[in-house]
Every structure is written in structure tokens, then in C-alpha cells.
């Protein structure tokens, strides 16, 4: 004998859709405004310097250094064309005093709210940034954009708990209603 209860727990606690892409905004603004200052999203250590070659290109604006135009009797002043790659693109940070993965921004800047579920949300990044994602995560660097840290994890589950103990005092004197058939 089957037993249905007609109880669906979903429709009990439900978080707005609202809940969850002020949740997703929190998200992207806290991973950016951390990268941007030196922290990624993983509680194990991640080389915190550039490379000696990329230091020297993000601070020359991406430009290779030019070799001494005398020696070949040119005496031209003109800079070096930026790598390609970096063309017609604003350059957001020279900083290189420790990793803050903001050379353009375009990366950081890619992060958005992807979807937003009844009972989640997605974010993403552009798929054109997929691979310097994935290098700046492998072992050695561990430099982590996706996921996230202890800390923000636990904020996340603050807010969520928050949220459902608000959802649970709007509803709080409602009368509900639970049908069995038997």
C-alpha cells in the first residue's frame, strides 16, 4: 500500500529569485574585489608573483623591451608595438608588486550571473577565458577564480540561513494545509 502524503517541502521554503541573484551579485563583486587585491578563492597557498618575464612585459604596458636601436644604426625613439593579444585593449593594472589577475580586467570583468533557479544560481565566465582560468589554477599556481574560499563559503550559508529564517517569518501564523489520501 502506497501512501501519498501530498507534501511538497519546495513550496514550503521557497527563496525569491531575487534572494538568489543578490546572492550571485555578491559573489561576483567579492571575487573580483579579492583578485584585485591579492586573494583567490582557495585556502591552500598560491604563488603570490608574477613571473620575472611577465612583470617586466605588465609594467613596459605589454610592450617588449626594444632592443638598442644604435647597433643597427636606426635612432629611432618609437615604441614597440604591444603584444598582440594585448592590441586595442586598455590596460586596467601595471601593478606587479603580487598577482591581482587585472592586466585588462577582461577576465575578472567576464564573471556575471549566468541563471538564477528557485533554488540556486549559476555564474560564469566568458568561455573565451577558459584556458588562462584553468593555467593560473594548476599545481604551483593554485591562483583559484572559480569556487570558493572558507570564508565566503560560510557567508554564503550565513545568507542563506538568513534568508530562510526570513522566508519562515513571513510565513509565520499562515496556516498550512497537508492533504493525505489514504
Known amino acids: 500500500m502506497a501512501y501519498n502524503f501530498n507534501i511538497n517541502f519546495d513550496s514550503i521554503i521557497r527563496l525569491p ?25 582557495t585556502d591552500e597557498a598560491h604563488k603570490k608573483t608574477y613571473s620575472k618575464a611577465y612583470a617586466e ?19 629611432s625613439n618609437k615604441k614597440a608595438d604591444r603584444l598582440k593579444q594585448y592590441q586595442g585593449v586598455s590596460i586596467a593594472s601595471r601593478n606587479t608588486s603580487f598577482v591581482d589577475m ?6 575578472l570583468r567576464g564573471l556575471h550571473v549566468k541563471d538564477v533557479f528557485p533554488n540556486g544560481v549559476t555564474l560564469s565566465f566568458k568561455p573565451e577565458d577558459a584556458m588562462k582560468i584553468a593555467g593560473n ?9 572559480v569556487g570558493l574560499r572558507q570564508k565566503n563559503r560560510e557567508k554564503v550559508r550565513d545568507a542563506i540561513v538568513e534568508g530562510i529564517n526570513s522566508e519562515l517569518n513571513k510565513n509565520r501564523g499562515q496556516k498550512t494545509v497537508i492533504n493525505i489520501n489514504i
Open 17 to 41: 529569485a531575487n534572494f538568489w541573484k543578490g546572492l550571485g551579485s555578491w559573489i561576483v563583486n567579492t571575487i573580483r574585489k579579492e583578485a584585485g587585491q591579492g586573494i583567490f578563492q
Open 137 to 145: 589554477q594548476r599545481p604551483g599556481l593554485n591562483r583559484r577564480l
Open 57 to 75: 612585459l605588465k609594467e613596459n604596458d605589454f610592450r617588449p623591451k626594444q632592443i638598442n636601436a644604435s647597433k643597427s644604426g636606426n635612432t
Open 102 to 107: 587585472t592586466a585588462s580586467g577582461r577576465t
